[in-house]
């Protein structure tokens, strides 16, 4: 069970944090609605979005920064993905 966007704004503000990771669906789920939503209502709450990652198939989102693609992620091993998320966004 996922937070809808306000609730999970409201809480990372709460919580005081510089930088945040989330995991997002791509396609929305019942009430929750798509990746696209959220960026959209992060933003809408003066976020700053560095930069997204679509794993599997789906086209990147326009609205969520540096944006890389893996669309054979569910072939892939984590450390895989994470090697490559790490190389695409620059962090060593």
Do not use: C, K
Not at 63 to 80: E, L, R
């Amino acid at each position: 069970m996922g937070f809808l966007p306000e609730p999970f704004i409201q809480g990372v503000n709460a919580a005081g944090v510089d930088y945040v990771i989330v995991a997002l669906r791509y396609s929305g789920v019942g009430v929750r609605p798509n990746a696209a939503a959220y960026l959209t209502a992060f933003q809408e709450n003066n976020w700053t979005i560095v930069g997204h990652a679509v794993l599997g198939p789906g086209d990147l989102l326009s609205n969520g920064g540096f944006s890389t693609a893996i669309p054979n992620a569910n072939a892939m091993p984590s450390n895989a993905i994470a090697a490559q998320l790490r190389q695409g966004w620059g962090i060593i």
